[in-house]
């Protein structure tokens, strides 16, 4: 499997924006609901957006009404919209399949917010 591509992450101050990409491949991004995961420093990795195939999304409660994940079937790219960032958003953003593919995780993209 060809790893996912994420990019658009940086540095922002609390209460930014910023909006992440990744590019998928055509089997996984038609065949899987997808998601956007994060580490933050000294945490586990963990699932904060999903997107089934059908459009339908889930997030956890820490991101509700701040971040809206969607996909771009022209593209075959999965976007994430982050709004009102704080800075326990700091952490590397993945995305993968869900569940997980151990051999579709990308680099992943800082996201880093300064209070």
């Known amino acids: 499997q060809v790893p996912l591509v994420e990019s658009g992450g940086g540095v922002v101050q609390a209460g930014g924006s910023l909006r992440l990409s990744c590019a998928a491949s055509?089997?996984?991004?038609?065949?899987?609901?997808m998601g956007w995961y994060r580490q933050g420093p000294g945490k586990q990795r963990e699932l904060v957006a999903t997107?089934?195939?059908?459009?339908?999304?889930n997030y956890i409660d820490a991101v509700k009404g701040r971040f809206t994940i969607s996909r771009d079937s022209a593209k075959r790219t999965i976007n994430l919209q982050m709004n009102s960032l704080k800075p326990e958003d700091t952490a590397v953003y993945y995305c993968?399949?869900?569940?997980?593919?151990?051999?579709?995780w990308g680099q992943g993209t800082q996201v880093t917010v300064s209070s």
């Open positions: 993968n399949a869900v569940p997980e593919r151990g051999d579709s």
């Open positions: 055509t089997s996984i991004f038609n065949l899987y609901a």
């Open positions: 997107i089934l195939r059908s459009g339908s999304n």
